[in-house]
């Protein structure tokens, strides 16, 4: 028996247990300091209540003879996608009910798309950047060029006519780094992919965030997307489903490569290989689409956005050099003094124990860098911003 040796080319990351063993050392040595974690990743509000009485009442139905429903269609139910594709038209985007697919996140859509692609394409990773796009392609052993995010180009790469691709991961707005790219931006990104003849997916799980009508939450709101680009969506951070699970990927019919259909592959694959999101879930999910979901999910997203403006006033303050915070949950900044991203995680601890997340975790480009996010509470958010602005 042998084992899969593109395992063994995978970093081990130690970023999130290196974060916890200095935080439970502090802890330890100082143990009336309440600690702000503002590192956190992870949603903390919790799920609105047009969700919880959907999901409420799907319980009920599946224990009556007529309401029970075993397996369902593994591109999901059509009630749920009937109101993506309503979400979509309401930006001017036209969708097929069959070019949507509900998923359980798109963390597992990001990994498995992998399989309708052959393993001699290269794909193009900006760095920094989402962990999952590097090491899905590590196990399959696909070449990587890394696509320099920096200062300079504000945390949005631009593609350039010598680098030469089959595939792109875009993430915006982006983690770690909050950055939105425009829509001039995602032209040319469309239009490098169309000469390229390359695929460009699209990671959208941030687009709840983006407040301005004239930033593209979608790639599709850019002409010629639909035949080259897929688009991953997520309910995690839009309405707090993180740990309920549910997201949607796009994958339209025009998309044809290799004079193969991907819409047909992602369905023969996803019927294969995946059983579908539950239907209690599936009718949470179809609750946050509602206007009075809709509606009860921005109060949530307006609470972790007065946050990010929090942290964001503070760092304009003391003239710290950041992207993101207004159109993400994430602000990414420059360490002050050319600290290294671990010197900066340090001082952070040691004098206003607070905690976040060094760059450098993210990619060699994160070096120098730092993320906070939005997503702890308005009180300690504010408690932090107040105990940094005295550090600083
Ligand atoms: N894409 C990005 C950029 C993320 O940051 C995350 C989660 O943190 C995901 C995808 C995964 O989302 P999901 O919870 O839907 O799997």
Not at 158 to 173: E, G, N, Q, R, T
Request: proline share 4%; net charge neutral.
């Amino acid at each position: 028996m042998k084992t899969n040796q593109n395992y063994k080319k995978l970093n081990e990351s130690y970023l999130f247990s290196t974060i916890a063993k200095k935080v439970n050392e502090y802890t330890k040595n100082n143990p009336d300091k309440k600690v702000i974690k503002l590192g956190i990743g992870d949603v903390t509000r919790p799920l609105c209540k047009s969700v919880v009485e959907a999901m409420q009442k799907a319980v009920l139905e599946m224990g009556t003879q007529d309401g029970f429903r075993g397996y369902g269609p593994e591109q999901g139910y059509d009630f749920l996608k009937e109101k993506i594709l309503k979400y979509y038209k309401k930006r001017n985007i036209n969708l097929k009910l069959d070019e949507i697919f509900i998923s359980d996140g798109a963390k597992s859509d990001l990994g498995n798309i992998l399989d309708l692609f052959s393993k001699e394409n290269t794909v193009l990773i900006p760095d920094p950047v989402y962990p999952v796009y590097v090491d899905t392609n590590i196990m399959q052993n696909r070449k990587i060029i890394f696509l320099e995010a920096n200062q300079e180009n504000n945390f949005l790469p631009m593609p350039k006519d010598d680098i030469k691709a089959d595939i792109v991961y875009l993430c915006s707005p982006n983690n770690p780094t909050g950055a939105v790219y425009d829509k001039s931006q995602l032209e040319k990104w469309v239009k490098w992919a169309k000469q390229n003849n390359a695929l460009i997916l699209f990671d959208a799980a941030y687009e709840c965030f983006i407040s301005d009508v004239n930033l593209p939450k979608s790639i599709f709101e850019i002409e010629g997307a639909e035949t080259c680009a897929i688009e991953f969506c997520s309910l995690s951070k839009t309405a707090g489903f993180t740990g309920t699970r549910c997201g949607y990927t796009i994958v339209k019919e025009d998309l044809i490569f290799d004079e193969m259909s991907l819409n047909k592959m992602w369905l023969r694959r996803q019927t294969t290989k995946f059983n579908g999101v539950p239907y209690i879930i599936q009718r949470g999910a179809e609750a946050v689409f509602s206007e009075q979901g809709q509606k009860e999910i921005s109060e949530n997203i307006n609470y972790y956005k007065k946050n990010a403006n929090i942290i964001a006033e503070t760092l304009k303050k003391h003239n710290i050099w950041f992207t993101g915070g207004i159109h993400s949950p994430y602000i990414w900044l420059k360490c002050p003094s050319n600290m290294t991203s671990w010197d900066f995680f340090d001082f952070l601890l040691e004098k206003a124990a607070i905690v976040g997340t060094p760059g450098a975790g993210f990619g060699k480009n994160g070096e120098g860098f730092f993320r906070l996010t939005s997503f702890n509470t308005n009180e300690n958010t504010k408690e932090a911003m107040e105990r940094l602005d005295k550090i600083l």
